[in-house]
């Protein structure tokens, strides 16, 4: 049994160091990218030339009627490109100041890479204000260097500050901290920023729980549903972040577990379940590291209000702009190719004009969710 144990924690420390040396060499080739790229821009504006940067598009879904009926008609992809930006220094302002915000991004990414240091979008932002006027034109730089080098922001040590919690049977190490959410189940842990400085993962959970609110994830806690169920359970407290979707991937890939996903009955909760299962436009060049296509759809549904005898005073009526977000929705490419089944429920919900929270599930009982709702939808394999 000791040897067992040894053997095992050398293979993790084996698999530790092998990381550890593979973002060394991965930090090394994107420092050599960037001063290839910014000697050749300074190359070319010497030169009287105007360099021109072309830049592919990604697009995990597309949203129109015709895509929607025929989706095998759609360019959409996980990993390739479905076209073509080309930046010019010369041919427009907008460019011009777009290179600028690009090329003072990267002059920050390099010093972070050559000093091992991390940082937020928000501090780069405040590196320069007046220039870049607003975060979104960080964020945009930032997603240009990802797509221009093929790499992800961990990659350029540009790290979020991470607002996902995770409770359950699992222990794993965060570079020299400890966290053993095993010890107790029903403790709420952050999330870790980076799956790179994790080792040493254990966990004898059944499944993985994502529900799309902390209120829903403190009433697990309170209810101590992971005591009585041996699972891992995750929110992204609402629309998740990468970190909270990496983290979520890493479980599913290492652990090799089910993972199941509560939110509300109406558009903004559907959306947020669609973002863990194919990704959001924003990071679309990202989608297919991101995105955890085995995740399945536990409710609630717009069904369950009948089906559970809820009282009417806890059923609400789709605003126009929840109508119009529904819709919108429902022309999107994957829906009709990857999951008719979640497609099908939405057309109910439209149909019926009605929407509901998680929490409307109490109005019975307190804990009729951690007790009966999530258990025997689980057991009884009622998800889609």
Known sequence: MAGREKRRRATALDDHERRGRRRQEEAAFLLHKIKELVGWVVAEVAAGRSPSLALHRYQNYCASASAAASPSTCACSYDAPVGTEVLSLL?????????????????????????????????????????????????????????????????????????????GWIRFVEGEKKVYCI?????????????????????????????????????????????????????????????????????????????????????????????????????AYDANILRVPEIRWLGVFTSDFEEYCLPDCCLLHLSSEDRKKLEGILTRCYLQREAPEWRSELEAMLEKGVKFEIEALSASSISFLSQEYIPQKIKLGRHI
Do not use: W
């Open 91 to 167: 041919r427009k302002e907008f460019h011009a100041s777009r290179l600028n915000v690009l090329l003072r991004v990267l002059l920050v990414v390099q010093q972070l890479l050559q000093e091992n240091r991390h940082c937020s979008k928000r501090d780069i932002y405040y590196m320069y204000p007046t220039i870049f006027v607003e975060q979104a034109v960080v964020d945009r730089a930032i997603n240009d260097i990802c797509i221009l080098f093929k790499c992800s922001r961990h990659n350029l040590n540009v790290v979020p500050v991470a607002k996902g919690l995770v409770m």
């Open 183 to 283: 010890t107790n189940v029903n403790a709420a842990f952050s999330i870790p920023v980076s799956i790179e400085a994790i080792k040493d993962i254990v966990s004898v959970a059944h499944y993985i729980l994502v529900v799309e609110k902390e209120t829903v994830f403190q009433r697990l806690a309170n209810d101590k549903f992971c005591e009585r169920n041996r699972c891992i359970v995750i929110t992204g407290r609402g629309y998740p972040d990468i970190p909270t979707r990496r983290f979520l991937r890493y479980l599913v890939e290492q652990l090799r577990l089910p993972a199941y996903c509560l939110v509300d009955a109406d558009p903004y909760g559907f959306d947020i379940l669609a973002t863990y299962k194919f990704g959001s436009m924003q990071l």
